[in-house]
């Protein structure tokens, strides 16, 4: 039997996929503005997160937000205004989104500077097992070799 995803849990992997600058500008406008569901507008100055996001310069069209939020709230018919509750889970949801893409971002700095300094250590052994005695020394000298006699076979 097929488990059904939460709202919540939608909600937190829609606003996963929203690109950095989006979060940032919804969060910013979750902050400040009259937020609904259901609708872009409501036509008395409330306005969708992704709406307000995009009035912020986060533009993006991420349709499987705007399902998940109206979903999350409830909103079947219509604009309809968010609780408090349903808003700072919104916001708790974008800062959480923020502070992983940082964690990871630091954990993906610190395998690359790992990965570079292993790269550097090869090559400085690589380059000593060379040695420098050959910068300094004679150019060798090939000499050719000589074909080998063809014998002739006797009449037979």
Known sequence: ?????????DLRLAVECLPRATQEAMLA??????????????GH???CPMLAAHRRGGRTDLLAFARAWDRFVG???GPVRVSAR?????????????LRA???????????????ATARARRAREAAGTGRAWLHGPAPVEV???APARRERAPA
């Open 29 to 42: 406008g979750v902050r400040s503005g009259c937020i609904i569901a259901g609708a872009y507008t409501d």
């Open 86 to 98: 349903q808003l700072g889970v919104l916001e708790a949801q974008l800062e959480g989104a923020m």
């Open 102 to 116: 940082d964690a990871a971002a630091g954990e993906l700095a610190g395998a690359v500077a790992d990965h570079q």
């Open 75 to 77: 909103a079947t018919k």
């Open 1 to 9: 039997m097929a488990r059904r995803h939460a709202a919540i849990d």
């Open 144 to 146: 050719p070799q000589a």
């Open 45 to 47: 100055g409330g306005t």
